[in-house]
């Protein structure tokens, strides 16, 4: 893969994470954490995963091991976790 590509695909994760942040202000902070009926029990749930995976991620591109999801300890607010 070269790095244009590579540059490219971090350019839409970024554009995706703020068209989603601008959603969940837009509906309210504390929307996010109402119960919904999808993948995951709440869009704050939801914002988690995408974290993980995205950390995941740069942990395979640097061809390191992944040492833990960070969600496992975060005790913040939707907005810190923006």
Do not use: C
């Not at 540059?7 to 996010?32: C, P």
């Not at 939801?46 to 395979?60: S, V």
């Amino acid at each position: 893969m070269n790095d244009e590509l590579l540059i490219d695909f971090a350019a839409y994760n970024v554009w995706a994470n703020n068209r989603i942040i601008t959603m969940v202000e837009n509906a309210g902070l504390d929307s996010a954490n109402k119960p919904v009926t999808s993948s995951f029990p709440s869009i704050n749930k939801t914002l988690l995963h995408i974290w993980d995976a995205q950390y995941l991620w740069l942990y395979r591109m640097q061809n390191e091991l992944f040492p833990e999801a960070p969600s496992l300890n975060f005790k913040g607010s939707t907005a810190e976790l923006f």
